[in-house]
C-alpha cells in the first residue's frame, strides 16, 4: 500500500532527496510505520536482515554484546537518520542488536525485498544509497575517534560539545537525547564514573546540570579539556 506522507518524509532525506517521484513512490510502497515503547526491541544480532529504517522521532541505540557479556554501544540515532541499510545491502543478518531508548520512538520501516528489487533494476536508486553508506562511514570515522580519546574526561567534553545547543541571556545551554546511563554506555565509561565526572565538573564551576539539562558555565574550559585533555 502506498502511504504519500511517507514518501514526503523520505523526500527530506538526504540521499533520496534528488530521487524522482516514481521511483520515491515505489521506494514508499510497502513500508509501514513503527511506534515503540522504551526499551523496545527493533531487531537482535543474527536475525534476517528483513528491512532497514528511518528515525522519525525519538532515539534508538544499536549496541553489541561483548565475549564477556558487556553492552558496547555503536550508535545513538535521533529524527532524521537511518540505519540497518548497510545490513539489508551486503549481509543476511543483522550484525547488532538496535532497541528504542525514548518511549514514543517513531520508525518507517522499508521493507528489504521489494528495496532490493528497486535497488538491483534502478541505478538512480543505487547512486542514492552509495551517499547514504557513504554518510554511515564517515559516522563511524567519527566514533572511532571519539573512542580513541585518551580519557574518560575527554570523550565526555567532546560529545557534549557536538550536541545542539542554545544561548539565552545566559550560559549554553545542552539537552541530553537519552538518559544519563546511555550517555556512559556510549562513552564506554561506567555510570559511576560519569558521575564523578559531572559531579567534579559542578564543583568547580564548569556546568550545572538538571535531569537531562546542562548549562555550561565555562565553555572555553570545556573545549580545552577536549582538545588538550586538560584535568578538571
Known amino acids: 500500500m502506498f502511504d504519500a506522507t511517507i514518501a514526503a518524509e523520505l523526500r527530506f532525506l538526504p540521499h533520496f532527496r534528488a530521487l524522482p517521484a516514481d521511483l520515491l513512490q515505489a521506494l514508499a510502497t510497502g513500508a509501514r510505520r513503527r511506534t515503540l515503547a522504551a526499551g523496545e526491541v527493533v531487531f537482535s544480532e543474527g536475525e534476517p536482515a528483513r528491512a532497514f529504517y528511518v528515525v522519525r522521532q525519538g532515539t ?30 551486503t549481509m543476511p543478518v543483522y550484525p547488532a542488536h538496535a532497541v528504542a531508548v525514548t518511549g514514543g520512538t517513531e520508525l518507517i520501516e522499508i521493507g528489504a525485498e521489494r528495496f532490493l528489487a528497486l535497488f538491483r533494476t534502478d541505478p538512480r536508486l543505487a547512486a542514492a544509497m552509495v551517499s547514504s553508506l557513504s554518510m554511515w562511514l564517515i559516522s563511524l570515522t567519527e566514533r572511532v575517534e571519539e573512542l580513541a580519546v585518551a580519557s574518560a574526561t575527554a570523550r565526555l567534553a567532546h560529545y557534549l560539545l557536538r550536541l ?51 548549562e555550561i558555565l565555562d565553555e572555553r574550559l570545556l573545549v580545552a579539556i577536549a582538545d588538550r585533555d586538560e584535568k578538571v
Do not use: C, M, N
Open 60 to 89: 534508538v541505540k544499536v549496541y553489541r554484546i561483548s565475549a564477556d557479556g558487556r553492552e558496547q554501544v555503536l550508535h545513538h540515532l535521533g529524527e532524521g537518520r537511518t540505519f540497518a541499510e548497510a545490513a539489508v545491502l
Open 164 to 214: 545542539p545547543s542554545k544561548l539565552a541571556q545566559g550560559p549554553l545551554v545542552l539537552e541530553l537525547p537519552f538518559a544519563k546511563k546511555d550517555l556512559a554506555a556510549h562513552l564506554a565509561i561506567t555510570p559511576e564514573t560519569l558521575s564523578r565526572l559531572l559531579r567534579r565538573w559542578q564543583d568547580a564551576g564548569l556546568l550545572r546540570t538538571e535531569g537531562r539539562r546542562f
